[in-house]
């Protein structure tokens, strides 16, 4: 229902934009998030977006250099990554709660996933 895209390999202090769409029964019922995890790691929130008045959250390590967008008309989700650094090599996920809140950063919380994107960032 999730397909993530736009990944690829980038020099630190690159961008590079990534892409979800989504197959939902209403896609504006969704709050939608990103997250990343690299192996062996937990997964770890990355931004999340409201579902219609464009409120963000951002995890910390991100603020300033991402940023998550939505466009409800075509069912799709956005993270422009900006000032890439290695330690953001990771597979990105997009994610959908249905009414969900903006602040949920629990992985657990979200119940639909795409497949994920590989983002390697080289230093």
């Known amino acids: 229902q999730l397909q993530a895209s736009g990944g690829g390999l980038v020099q630190a202090g690159g961008s590079l934009k990534l892409s979800c769409a989504a197959s939902?029964?209403?896609?504006?019922?969704?709050?939608l998030a990103w997250f990343r995890q690299v192996p062996g790691k937990e997964r770890e929130f990355v931004a999340t977006i409201s579902r219609l008045d464009g409120t963000t959250y951002y995890a910390d390590s991100v603020k300033g250099r991402f940023t998550i967008s939505r466009d409800n008309a075509r069912n799709t989700v956005y993270l422009q990554m900006n000032g890439l650094k290695p330690e953001d090599t990771a597979i990105y996920y997009c994610a959908a709660q249905r009414y969900g809140s903006v602040y949920e950063v629990r992985a657990a919380k979200y119940n639909d996933w795409g497949r994920g994107t590989l983002v390697t960032v080289s230093s």
């Open positions: 939902l029964r209403t896609f504006s019922d969704y709050c």
